[in-house]
Structures are given as C-alpha cells and as structure tokens.
C-alpha cells in the first residue's frame, strides 16, 4: 500500500513559480512510475509530467514542456514538480499518482493517488 500527500499549492499570478511536493509513504518499489495529473471542474484529468523511479527519466505533457521540471527523490520518497512561467490555464486542482504501468500518459495505469492540491494562476 502506498500513501500519496501533495502539497506546495497556492495562489500566484501569471509568470510567477510554484513548487508541488508529492510525499510518498509506503512501499515504493523500483518499478514505480510517480506522476502528476491535474484536472478542472468539469473536465477530464490531464496528464502534466511523470518520472520513473528508479531511473529519474522524465516525460511531459507538451503543453507543460520547458515550464515544468518533474525530480525525485529517493531518499525522502518524494518527488517534486517545478513549476514557472504559469499561465491561467494552468489553474487546477493537481493530483500526485503511482503506479507499475507502462503507459505513464494513462490515468488507468495509476493504483495510487493523491487528494490534490489547488493551484491557482490569476492574470
């Protein structure tokens, strides 16, 4: 069982950064792929950056790439997403996910989330 908390959200205008942090308790196994979705009322859960475990290599949404930077760390169980140059459509609440699939850009392949945490770009 793995246990997910974000936190680092907050309110902050356009242009401005943010750090989200993603504490992980639990088993987190090498295979593991930890990552972040986001998602607005209404609307579906987008996919926004993941990272392999065991081998830190990135991916990103092409609508985050060059703004976002995702990193972990192994020895706190944490993985961290850096975000700048936000814009409004930015804002949404964002959740932490993990899981051993193998498409990292699918929700369904995700056992574990968060319960998110509200950013807010205002322009």
């Known amino acids: 069982q793995v246990q997910l908390v974000e936190s680092g959200g907050g309110l902050v205008q356009a242009g401005g950064s943010l750090r989200l942090s993603c504490a992980a308790s639990g088993r987190i196994f090498s295979t593991y792929t930890i990552a972040w979705f986001r998602q607005a009322p209404g609307k579906e859960r987008e996919f926004v950056a993941a990272?392999?475990?065991?081998?830190?290599?990135?991916y990103y949404a092409d609508s985050v790439k060059g703004r976002f930077t995702i990193s972990r760390d192994n020895a706190k169980n944490t993985v961290y997403l850096q975000m700048s140059s936000l814009k409004p459509e930015d804002t949404d609440v964002y959740y932490c996910?993990?899981?051993?699939?193998?498409?990292?850009?699918?929700?369904?392949?995700?056992?574990?989330w968060g319960r998110g945490t509200q950013v807010t770009v205002s322009s």
């Open positions: 990272v392999r475990w065991s081998s830190g290599w990135p």
């Open positions: 996910a993990a899981g051993r699939g193998i498409n990292v850009l699918s929700q369904l392949e995700y056992e574990y």
